[in-house]
């Protein structure tokens, strides 16, 4: 099992754009939930299928984009009424090298009262002091129930547990690249859906969705709104509506993607995408310092422009918990953390570059991005 992992996280990272070196955003993959045999959600007075809703406003934001971005390859996990399994809608995604994955999907709730949107992206749930992926595990179930439609099911999905505290340390090894820009993008929604047709926000979560864990690129799944709330029904039922949610996810797209094209300089440095982030002090816990912008500018190794020695280390992940040290994902090292929101994990750290160098090969073995970076006072540079 662990070595199946491993060889999944490997076969993950050299897929993926971001390390690959291709920063424009050029390809969109629009995942529209459920189809043919499995419906989805469905209306209290049974006329109205998710998977209806869900196709017409991927279709809506395909044509919208195609109009404004020629050059932008946009591809539908499905076009019709037909049922795609959740491993192949992640895998066309990462056949085609996207650059963007957005599943679209309708709420509901045996609560007839329940309503608004909700945005997710993979990983554990948001909510702290709360078992493993418990708070918002009901729409999780929903969601990857289908693949209980497939052939051979049993079989297929043996290896993804959502509730195995071991299979999360894995999954989020594979996604912690891209958690950064999934949440990022799943903001520029959220902002953009308030004054919109639904009217509710009910948040950024992290969950475990089998459509976000397979991918290998920023992910995220969007609910709007909930079937089961005759009003919100009323609203989805309605062209118009459709439309203006659909807007919604062109106008954030189009931020997006030009916040995500003038964050890197060189498209050929695969660490690029990290953005700003900032050094904790190794005898003490984090404190609060205005991050710095990534440089690639080159002090001497003694000392730096604000008279700090510099020291080096190595990044092996980001995320956005607060691990402890004593966690499996560490696999016995303790890391130092930069960051705030996003966390940065270096290890390896010290005052000569070559020693750090020599460690970086025996490092990716374990971590497949990690990547050596300089700290320089209240700064943290990249090292080619």
Wanted: net charge neutral; glycine share 6%.
């Amino acid at each position: 099992m662990k070595r199946y992992f491993c060889f999944l996280i490997a076969s993950i990272f050299l897929a993926s754009p971001l390390l690959a070196g291709s920063f424009a955003l050029k390809t969109v993959v629009i995942d529209a939930g459920h189809g043919g045999k499995d419906p989805g959600c469905v209306s209290k007075d049974r006329k109205l299928y998710e998977k209806n809703i869900t196709l017409d406003i991927a279709c809506k934001l395909r044509d919208k984009i195609k109009e404004a971005y020629p050059n932008v390859k946009v591809v539908l996990t499905r076009d019709s009424d037909k049922f795609v399994e959740l491993g192949d809608r992640a895998a066309i995604a990462n056949k085609a090298g996207a650059n963007l994955f957005i599943s679209i999907h309708i709420n509901a709730s045996r609560n007839t009262s329940a309503n608004g949107y909700s945005m997710h992206v993979l990983g554990q749930s948001s909510k702290k002091d709360r078992d493993l992926f418990a708070y918002n595990m009901d729409v999780v179930q929903r969601e990857n129930a289908v693949m209980m439609l497939e052939d051979d099911y049993t079989t297929k999905y043996a290896d993804f547990d959502p509730e195995d505290t071991k299979s999360f340390i894995f999954l989020q090894l594979m996604q912690n690249a891209n958690l950064e820009q999934s949440l990022d993008f799943a903001q520029i929604v959220m902002d953009n859906l308030k004054g919109g047709p639904i009217k509710v926000d009910r948040g950024i979560w992290q969950d475990p969705f089998y459509v976000l864990w397979k991918t290998s690129m920023p992910a995220v799944l969007v609910e709007f709104g909930f079937l089961s709330n005759p009003t919100e029904a009323q609203t989805l039922n309605q062209d118009a509506n459709r439309d203006k949610l659909a807007g919604i996810l062109f106008k954030s797209f189009k931020e997006y993607k030009a916040k995500y094209e003038s964050s890197v300089s060189t498209p050929a440095e695969p660490e690029k995408p990290e953005t700003e982030v900032k050094p904790v002090n190794e005898a003490k816990p984090e404190t609060d310092v205005k991050p710095a912008p990534v440089s690639e500018s080159k002090p001497s190794e003694t000392s730096g422009g604000t008279g700090e020695q510099v020291r080096y280390g190595i990044q092996i992940f980001a995320s956005s918990r607060n691990l402890k040290s004593s966690d499996p994902a560490f696999m016995g090292y303790n890391p130092e953390v930069f960051g705030s929101e996003i966390k940065k994990y270096v290890i390896c750290t010290g005052t000569t570059l070559a020693n750090v160098r020599k460690k970086l090969p025996d490092i990716k073995k374990k971590y497949k991005d990690a990547f050596v970076v300089r700290i320089e006072g209240e700064n943290l540079f990249i090292e080619k």
